[in-house]
């Protein structure tokens, strides 16, 4: 599973770009509002910092107007993927920019039908929100498990992008289910890479270390 931060923070994606753990980025118009900078400016940046594709949203929700943003947005860099979201006018418009071979990631998708339409419709990733389901009682890891099942079933090659992460579990979760990327927020990002058992048993074998000098 590749790792891509979800955030439109570029201080953010230098810590962990640095660190050799982050592919690929997602963005929002919420988090680019978040960042307090414009889309304009942050992508261009955020397309620097990671080798992996970078999520660019569009405004429009008509598809003449997102075909139109999306011929736009990736023209600032190779490595931009344009997000659509999962509505009729949004499958149109996944259906042209495909065809020009322009790569798409289909956001707001939080059934297995909407999955499928938006595979079928030629996206390059779809992004199942699950954070956002379990928010209404729902399990949202569980449709990434049935979403992987089914795209494996009728060999579809759309990837699955694990949105929406809230937590550890969740990461574990999407990983086991076989999602294709998980993108993770800073802060559960910054909670993986800890375990106290690992600090316990570095702090003891610094103690061992050290008593063993002394002897
Ligand atoms: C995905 O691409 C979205 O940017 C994101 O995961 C939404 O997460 P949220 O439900 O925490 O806003």
Redo the contacts with the bound molecule.
């Keep these: 599973m590749k790792i891509f931060m ?1 955030t439109a923070n570029v201080d953010e994606i230098k810590e962990f770009a640095d660190q050799g753990i982050v592919y690929g980025v ?3 118009p ?2 680019v509002a978040r960042s307090g900078r414009t889309q304009a400016d942050v992508i261009p940046e955020i397309c620097r910092l990671v080798p992996g594709p970078v ?1 660019a949203e569009v405004i429009s929700q008509d598809c003449e107007g997102m075909v139109r943003e999306a011929r736009e947005l990736v023209k600032i860099a190779a490595n931009v993927v344009v ?1 659509i979201p999962c509505i009729t006018e949004g499958l149109k418009a996944i259906k042209i920019l495909s065809a020009e071979g322009i790569r798409t ?1 289909c ?1 707001l998708i939080f059934s297995l039908a909407q999955a499928m339409l938006a595979a079928r419709a030629g996206a390059t990733y779809v ?1 199942p ?1 699950i ?2 389901l379990d928010d209404i009682g729902e399990d949202g890891c569980k449709l990434v498990e049935d979403m992987v099942k089914v795209f494996r079933t009728y060999n579809l090659p759309t990837q699955i ?1 694990a ?4 937590s550890r579990a969740h990461v574990d979760r999407v990983m086991l289910a076989g999602a294709d990327i998980a ?1 993770i ?1 800073t802060k559960v990002l910054k909670e993986l890479v800890h375990h106290e058992l690992t600090d316990k048993g570095l702090a003891k074998f610094m103690e061992d270390y050290q008593n063993s000098l002394q002897k």
């Design positions: 979800d997602t963005t929002n919420s988090l999520s997000k990631n956001t992004s929100f954070g956002r992008i949105a929406s992460i809230r993108t927020p």
